[in-house]
């Protein structure tokens, strides 16, 4: 597609539910993040792919969290037993090559609310 | 955590003037970029100035960087209402040459018409 793509766009979750956030990237960019963002707050890097391997996810905040891009393009970020602190914007952003060489281009994000 | 820190936090100014917003940042970095988010929208990617560039221009948009003062600022000119917008600088370390990009907190600029 055109541009990063995000699902769903909303997303409400009672406290202990999993939920599943998705994330389809340009087509044959290799890298992918994801990012979590807080309401008023610049955002904070969870994880990183390149093609199918996770090569960081020391942002990950805590066990419940999991991402996964298993045949290197669209990638799911996944979180166990929701709490009330998980509720913000998911950002997927993928790049061409890696981060150091071009800007992200960043998906529209997916609006946790947990309830 | 955040590795930048824009100043200031929130900025109001008439349409036509010029916005200047500055960022300051810890480590050694690869490049510093900035990007502009909408309300309830993604970040759009504006800019990208390397550690050994210490001017870039692009349209009305002009970033400077000094590494020695680990600090960038951006300045856009001749302001309109659609550049109402939040505004981040984001850093890539300089000791990784493939990982993430950290951003700071963010300017909330609002143009008055």
């Known amino acids: 597609g055109a541009g990063v793509s995000q699902s769903p766009r909303y997303k409400v979750a009672k406290r202990g539910q999993d939920v599943a956030l998705r994330c389809d990237p340009i087509?044959?960019?290799?890298?992918l993040f994801w990012y979590q963002q807080a309401l008023g707050q610049g955002p904070e890097f969870l994880t990183y792919?390149?093609?199918?391997?996770?090569?960081?996810k020391s942002g990950l905040p805590s066990d419940r969290f999991f991402a996964e891009r298993p045949e290197g393009s669209v990638s799911t970020l996944k979180i166990q037993r929701t709490q009330q602190e998980d509720s913000a914007v998911y950002l997927c952003?993928?790049?061409?090559?890696?981060?150091?060489?071009?800007?992200?281009?960043f998906g529209s994000g997916t609006r946790l609310t947990v309830v | 955590s955040q590795q930048g820190e824009e100043d200031p936090q929130a900025l109001s100014i008439q349409e036509g003037e010029n916005a200047t917003m500055n960022c300051s940042y810890k480590?050694?970095?690869?490049?510093l970029q900035w990007y502009r988010q909408n309300s309830g929208r993604g970040l759009v990617h504006l800019i990208l100035?390397?550690?050994?560039?210490r001017e870039k221009h692009s349209g009305r948009l002009r970033v400077t960087l000094d590494t020695s003062k680990k600090s960038s600022s951006l300045l856009i000119t001749a302001s309109r209402a659609a550049d109402t917008a939040s505004y981040f600088c984001?850093?890539?370390?300089?000791?990784?040459?493939?990982?993430?990009?950290?951003f700071g907190s963010g300017t909330r600029l609002s143009i008055r018409p």
């Open positions: 952003a993928s790049s061409l090559a890696g981060p150091s060489d071009y800007g992200y281009t």
């Open positions: 087509s044959g960019h290799v890298s």
């Open positions: 792919f390149q093609n199918e391997a996770q090569l960081d």
């Open positions: 480590t050694s970095i690869n490049n």
């Open positions: 100035i390397r550690s050994n560039e």
């Open positions: 984001a850093t890539v370390p300089g000791y990784s040459s493939a990982s993430k990009i950290i």
